[in-house]
């Protein structure tokens, strides 16, 4: 699977729901972890890969999962700022702001309910992986000057990209 870069539309995309907790969705899911081992990352959602479902996988602890229709909630209005980079914004790290505990609730991939609470880096993970599948970038939480620090790092991503 090759990951889509910041410029392709599909990362803009609210993904869809998923309905089906099949084989196909469990092979994605597969292969998402294949990917994400081979760069390295923490987390990689579909629509990075170019499914247009609403499916993460994320390493917590030495260990993959996958969410599957997640929604969450915070559970206070504690924040943190801390250095983020994403895998489809290759060599750009910005300081983005996250609550520090949040509830996930989704499904796994056989259509269980999982409910989780996490704090920390796996909160932040968790927000940046949802934020994905909601259309929203790592870009979309900082401020002006960091934008324009950042521009013609963007603008070289989406010209490759294009
Ligand atoms: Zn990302």
Redesign the pocket.
């Known amino acids: 699977m090759s990951i889509k870069t910041y410029g392709e539309a599909i990362l803009r995309k609210k993904a869809e729901p998923v309905t089906s907790f099949d084989g196909e969705l469990a092979h994605i899911a597969a292969q998402m972890k294949k990917t994400m081992q081979e760069v390295n990352g923490v ?1 990689l959602s579909a629509n ?1 890969v170019g499914f247009d479902k609403a499916l993460f996988i994320v390493k917590l602890s030495d260990e993959t999962y996958a969410f599957v229709n997640p929604e969450l909630t915070p559970l206070s209005n504690e924040t943190n700022k801390t250095e983020e980079g ?3 914004i290759p060599g750009v790290w910005v300081d983005v702001e996250r609550y520090l505990k949040v509830r996930l609730s989704a499904k796994n991939l056989e259509g269980e309910t999982i409910e989780l609470e996490l704090e920390g880096h796996p909160a932040r993970v968790i927000q ?1 992986e949802v934020d ?1 599948l909601a259309g929203v ?2 870009i979309d939480r900082i401020g002006p000057d960091e934008r324009r620090r950042i521009a013609d790092q963007l603008e070289e991503i989406k010209n490759k990209a294009s």
Do not use: K, P, R, T
């Open positions: 987390g990075q994403c895998l489809s940046h994905h970038l790592i």
